[in-house]
């Protein structure tokens, strides 16, 4: 997320006031997910493709 400088930015938690690294997890089983891993399909309120 950075270079020998250091991350561009720094996520601070305002309730407890510690900076933290921001990760997706998923809502079912709580495993922590990395973009490969992750197929996206359209749901039922999907609009149709026009054309």
Do not use: I, N
Not at 10 to 35: I, N, Y
């Amino acid at each position: 997320m950075g270079d020998e400088r250091g991350r561009p930015l720094l996520h601070e938690h305002k309730t407890c006031g510690k900076l933290f690294d921001p990760v997706m997890v998923c809502s079912e089983c709580g495993e922590v997910l990395h973009a490969k891993q992750v197929h996206v399909h359209g749901g039922p309120g999907r609009k149709e493709a026009v054309g």
